[in-house]
């Protein structure tokens, strides 16, 4: 089903998989671009040196389009200038709309996808040239810019500017993303269904919460801001109350290229694979979408069970 977004970027399903902090690496964004989607790399606070490799290996595994996602609290210039120069497409969240980030990426010959949580972000977007933007309703798992539900944010930003639209935030299913196709979508952004990718990168404690989860297990909290403060996103209860219930500040710890990052409590980083310590008592993002993961798949049949027909 060949859309705006599809023909804007390359790709062959109107699916892009959501950048989930350090769980989308290049092996899950290699994945998803190789089944029709566009798959994305969370580039936030990643180190230049550790994203070059990331590209160059996402690079081996796929020559269709990749997205490089940036948090604007901590995006570096020259990693946006970088990722310009090796991805199709270099996405923003949360922060206001930069003309001069977005003429950096023009400059290197990407597209620029800013994600926004209300009417008045979507127009500063695309004041300030963004390609594509994504609407991400209140549903959303991770970190959550509006208060709007997405069935009223989608069609508010379908008509702020001529550009595509994604839809973003409590979708899991074949019959939300028809939903948000019918609902004037483009395409859709998901990311809580590829918690539990083969491919992802996310320890195994966090994947089996999320596939024991349900929508009602969700809650949008501000309290693992620890190195994010205020800064509103949606996790797991069990694992707010793991965390307020711990006794100790350091709670484990995750590998980070040479040297080794300690987790404390409320800490904003999301359990990888490598990390060790209380588990259950860090940051479990999900979104109200989780009802819909019943177990780990790949990213394929994800892709494949929910590409818009």
Not at 102 to 123: K, T
Not at 127 to 146: K, N, S
Not at 148 to 156: E, N, S, V
Request: proline share 6%; hydrophobic share 50%; aromatic share 4%.
């Amino acid at each position: 089903m060949g859309t705006a977004f599809t023909d804007l970027v390359g790709c062959d399903v109107a699916l892009q998989q959501a950048g989930i902090g350090p769980v989308a690496t290049a092996d899950l964004a290699a994945a998803v671009t190789e089944a029709g989607g566009l798959g994305s790399i969370g580039a936030g606070g990643v180190p230049i040196e550790e994203l070059e490799a990331m590209l160059a290996d996402v690079a081996a595994r796929t020559n269709g389009p990749v997205c490089i996602n940036f948090l604007m609290p901590f995006v570096d210039p020259a990693a946006v200038e970088l990722a310009a120069h090796r991805a199709r497409v270099v996405e923003f969240f949360y922060g206001d709309p930069d003309p001069d980030l977005v003429d950096v990426v023009h400059r290197g010959g990407a597209l620029v996808s800013w994600q926004v949580g209300s009417v008045d972000e979507a127009r500063a977007a695309v004041g300030a040239g963004a390609d594509l933007v994504i609407a991400q309703g209140v549903e959303a798992g991770g970190h959550v810019r509006g208060t709007t539900p997405l069935a009223r944010l989608l069609p508010a930003v379908r008509a702020a500017g001529d550009v595509p639209v994604l839809a973003a935030g409590g979708i899991g299913t074949a019959g939300d993303v028809h939903a948000a196709m019918d609902a004037g979508a483009d395409g859709v952004r998901i990311g809580t269904r590829f918690i539990a990718a083969e491919e992802a990168d996310a320890h195994p404690v966090y994947v089996d919460a999320v596939i024991r989860a349900t929508a009602d297990d969700t809650v949008l909290t501000d309290r693992f801001g620890l190195e994010w403060p205020n800064a509103p996103h949606r996790v797991l209860r069990a694992s707010l109350e793991c965390a307020e219930a711990a006794a100790e500040e350091t709670l484990g710890s995750r590998p980070m290229g040479s040297w080794t990052f300690p987790i404390g409590r409320f800490s904003s980083m999301l359990p990888t694979r490598d990390t060790t310590g209380n588990i259950a008592a860090m940051a479990h993002y999900a979104g109200m979408s989780v009802g819909a993961v019943s177990g780990v798949r790949s990213a394929k049949a994800i892709v494949a069970e929910l590409a818009p027909r």
